[in-house]
């Protein structure tokens, strides 16, 4: 994997200050993919009447993603808007989401920044990274979207990071593990990831989100077929599956394959 494969996702940002730290962040260490989920800050324009002042030349809520981003207007600029994580994030072969709570339904894997960038370092792409709402986090529902959870370890008794300083955590990994004098050159002339569809044979393309929901579909159909599911429990496995197709890396090959497997399975059984 490349910094050119790494998105970073901010769910519903409420504060367009920490949106332009996070662009300076994401900048400062080679990274330039930034996608928003249902941004918040409409209505954080209230200092835009004194930067415009200051001589930033800006005003709302745009002033103050730009004077906090310094040099990386750029990153804001090509930024995309999606209006579910859903949406921002099926393209992607795996999504890692940020949190420090755990729970029943917060994940039973979770790993630490340099956990988690040593795991995506020899991986394809592409991969985001999901954080949440400044003021609570990722939901239930976001997190259960990703693939593993990761967490930056702190002081118990003041755990909560600021959204741009834990972006520029895991931003740091990512530049120390995936930069390097091949990642530079890479990115000095504008190479970016080869699409799926311009894959040499025999590469190692896995599947998107989208896929992966496909796949698990497929799969948890034949597994009714055999008798799965009489009781409750077929959304849980299906969220097993999904997680797990994700952090192998599965192809679409290895898909239909594995499917073909389950799908034979269930029609041997009806005879």
């Excluded at 769910?11 to 990274?31: D, F, T």
């Excluded at 989208?210 to 077929?225: N, P, R, W, Y």
Aim: net charge negative.
């Amino acid at each position: 994997m490349r910094l050119s494969d790494v998105i970073i996702v901010l769910s519903r940002p409420a504060e367009a200050g920490n949106v332009g730290s996070v662009c300076r962040a994401m900048k400062n260490m080679g990274l330039s993919r930034l996608r928003l989920v249902s941004p918040e800050y409409e209505t954080s324009d209230i200092v835009s009447t004194t930067l415009s002042e200051a001589g930033f030349g800006y005003g709302g809520t745009q002033s103050i993603i730009r004077a906090r981003a310094v040099h990386a207007q750029d990153v804001w600029e090509n930024a995309e808007t999606f209006d579910s994580l859903t949406d921002a994030v099926k393209d992607c072969a795996l999504v890692v989401g940020t949190t420090r709570r755990r729970g029943r339904r917060r994940k039973q894997v979770s790993m630490t920044p340099a956990e988690t960038v040593a795991f995506l370092k020899d991986r394809p792409g592409p991969a985001a990274l999901v954080f949440g709402n400044e003021r609570a986090g990722l939901r239930d529902d976001e997190l259960e979207i990703c693939n593993f959870a990761s967490h930056i370890p702190a002081d118990e008794t003041f755990p909560s990071l600021n959204l741009s300083h834990a972006v520029m955590i895991y931003a740091y990994e990512l530049f120390r593990n995936l930069a390097g004098p091949e990642g530079a050159a890479g990115r000095a002339a504008g190479e970016d990831s080869p699409p799926a569809d311009d894959a040499v044979k025999g590469q190692w393309v896995p599947l998107d989100q989208q896929a992966i929901d496909a796949l698990v579909l497929e799969v948890l159909d034949s597994l009714k077929i055999l008798g799965f599911y009489k009781q409750i429990g077929q959304e849980e496995q299906g969220r097993f599956f999904r997680d797990i197709f994700s952090r192998a890396s599965v192809t679409e090959r290895e898909g239909h394959y594995f499917a073909g497997i389950i799908a034979k399975a269930a029609r041997l059984a009806k005879r």
